[in-house]
């Protein structure tokens, strides 16, 4: 049952993709930085190049953490709900498949944190 | 109607039942099923109502009484504390920030409570639990409004309380108890006894009330401690109805098992979420502490609940499947949650801080196994980073979790490194949670829950900004229309408690009132 109610009734889903002026929600979490404290959610255009994610926007958002000057693109990890998963830099979000509201997560060997506790 | 007048004056008890039997009657022009239509959707299965046994039997003209005295100590004492700036005499204007917590988080969902009630007090179908719910409604108004008189004295002097009201229906952080006590009013009648009655009331309320009242004594603080006495012996009475409502239930039909546990094990994990800014306040917004998180939820939670549970083991009930996960995780949420606040100050109603070496000697001895390892490193890197006038602030927009709303900051409980993440899909959308326990909460009742008005989309979808902002203007800046909408003034209300005007008015003001300069 989908939900106890007096009489059937359907829900309004609030974050339909409609809803975002033609772009999409995409979850991003740096795995072992925990100095950011929860995974981001960043509103971007279904046509951004994937590599833009890395070079351009994550920056703003992971660059006061000192282990960010050291990491190294070519040897970072993306996982995609948790999975393992290789995004191609030159397509764009919707050629690597990511449709609204998918979760990424990234990994960067080596870079374990502020003194190495994962934060 | 006939009734013996044997005696004179009849007793308590006595006036009890009549107020609670043989007042209603079967009604023949409607279907009682019309009559109530709430009561019976649930699939609750109740056969005989006079079987509800109220233990404390109250009666109106008792009940008003006994509350009208307590009243005038009140407000005698709280007339006395703002007549004597009483508010310079607590430990440290940091601690303000657990008030400004508490009037914009807490106050408003003892409204929704009386609300809640004056429902229920309605729609059930038996009047023992209708006078029952009705008498609740009374007290729940009634903590409210005295919560807010007493809080309204530092509301004069300091900043960040002047618009609960507003600011429970919008700012990000609030959304968490917001949403746990829309859900349980959206229920049906019997959940919402287990939601507020017995998990809240019963299960939780005394790790809301017996700390945070016990550090506002610690504190210096005689106004909330005497409102937090005066709930508190009526607590004592919610607690013994929820449990009555409980084993009401379970006595009824051998059907409301399964539906009770379901209910037990959702409301106590919704509960544990919220409770976690409460663990925050314990642990790094009272100057002088009282005991630590864990210490408290020990005593409270483990032992008391745990002696709970094993009364209600003879009906069947187990202890909440979340309690393995929370007993790993009393170690880590405050740290955590106190992270999230210090990295998102600027956009709270209240100032966050980094403790001192000496709190933090005091978290270390507290926390073991966690403070130094996991969490210290951190605040130490931040507290180096505000001495070099880079006070840190996460200026992206966090993931929220779709049932509990608190962004996805609780780690997986065996690796304190790994944040948790689950997901669901649900009719070819996803839907992110931050544990097992809210997705199983979704998945139970997804279409419930797709309708969560998630801050941070809210932001992204444009509705959180005052009608005549153009978000598409040049130089638009989204943080400060954000601010704006909250009614939250920025450099003012928000971000660090070091350079706020609290902090520099307290030490002027305590100034004034110690030293003749």
């Known amino acids: ?119 | 109607m006939d009734m013996k007048a044997s005696k004179k004056k009849l007793g308590l008890k006595e006036r009890y039942a009549h107020l609670t039997r043989g007042l209603d009657w079967e009604t023949s022009y409607q279907k009682m099923d019309d009559v109530f239509p709430f009561d019976k959707f649930e699939g609750i299965k109740i056969h005989d109502w006079d079987k509800w046994e109220d233990p404390f039997r109250l009666t109106m003209d008792a009940y008003w009484k006994y509350q009208a005295e307590k009243e005038r100590k009140l407000y005698a004492i709280i007339d006395a504390f703002q007549q004597n700036n009483g508010h310079l005499g607590i430990t440290d204007a940091r601690y303000v920030n657990a008030l400004k917590l508490f009037i914009t988080g807490i106050s408003p969902l003892e409204y929704m409570a009386h609300r809640g009630f004056t429902h229920v007090g309605r729609h059930f179908r038996g009047v023992g639990p209708r006078v029952a719910c009705q008498m609740q409604a009374i007290d729940e108004i009634r903590h409210s409004q005295t919560q807010i008189h007493s809080m309204s004295n530092y509301n004069r002097h300091y900043n960040g309380m002047h618009d609960f009201k507003n600011m429970i229906e919008k700012v990000w952080y609030l959304s968490v108890p917001r949403s746990f006590f829309d859900d349980a009013v959206t229920a049906g009648p019997f959940e919402f006894m287990i939601a507020i009655g017995f998990s809240f009331e019963y299960v939780l309320t005394n790790l809301l009330f017996v700390p945070f009242i016990s550090g506002a004594a610690f504190n210096g603080d005689m106004g909330a401690t005497t409102f937090g006495f005066s709930a508190q012996s009526d607590e004592a009475r919610h607690m013994t109805l929820g449990l009555e409502c409980i084993k009401f239930m379970l006595e009824q039909d051998p059907d409301n098992l399964p539906i009770v546990q379901k209910w037990i094990d959702k409301w106590t994990w919704r509960g544990v979420r919220v409770l976690s800014l409460v663990g925050m306040m314990m642990d790094y917004m009272l100057p002088k502490r009282v005991m630590s998180w864990q210490e408290a939820w020990e005593i409270y939670f483990e032992q008391n609940g745990g002696a709970l549970f094993k009364d209600l083991a003879r009906y069947g009930i187990t202890i909440p499947k979340c309690v393995e996960q929370v007993t790993k995780d009393k170690e880590h949420i405050s740290h955590q949650v106190w992270s999230t606040f210090y990295q998102y100050g600027g956009v709270a109603a209240f100032h966050t801080w980094m403790p001192s070496d000496e709190e933090m000697d005091w978290l270390s001895a507290k926390y073991p196994n966690t403070f130094d390892k996991y969490y210290r490193p951190r605040f130490t890197y931040w507290r180096e980073q505000e001495a070099q006038g880079k006070r840190f602030y996460n200026n992206s927009l966090p993931m929220l979790c779709q049932t509990c709303q608190i962004p996805l900051v609780f780690t997986e409980p065996d690796d304190p490194t790994k944040i948790a993440y689950r997901e669901s899909d649900y009719q070819g959308e996803k839907y992110h949670f931050c544990s097992d326990g809210c997705k199983e909460i979704f998945d139970n009742e997804p279409e419930k829950y797709v309708q969560a008005w998630l801050p941070v989309h809210q932001i992204y979808q444009g509705h959180c900004f005052k009608p005549d902002v153009d978000p598409t203007a040049p130089g638009f800046d989204p943080l400060a229309a954000v601010l704006d909408w909250y009614n939250l003034v920025d450099g003012q209300d928000n971000k660090d408690f070091n350079g706020s005007e609290d902090q520099r008015n307290f030490a002027a003001w305590r100034g004034m009132a110690t030293r003749n300069d």
């Open chain 1, 1 to 119: 049952m989908p939900v106890v109610a007096l009489k059937p009734y359907q829900g309004e889903v609030k974050d339909r993709q409609e809803n975002f002026h033609g772009n999409q929600l995409l979850y991003v979490g740096w795995e072992d930085h925990l100095m950011f404290c929860a995974p981001l959610c960043f509103m971007l255009p279904p046509d951004l190049r994937f590599g833009d994610l890395p070079e351009q926007i994550l920056p703003g958002a992971y660059g006061a953490h000192p282990d960010w000057a050291r990491v190294d693109w070519s040897e970072a990890r993306w996982f995609r709900s948790g999975r393992p998963w290789q995004p191609d830099f030159d397509k764009t979000l919707a050629e690597n498949g990511l449709g609204h509201k998918e979760v990424l997560r990234f990994q960067t060997p080596g870079l374990t944190g502020i003194a190495g506790s994962c934060s």
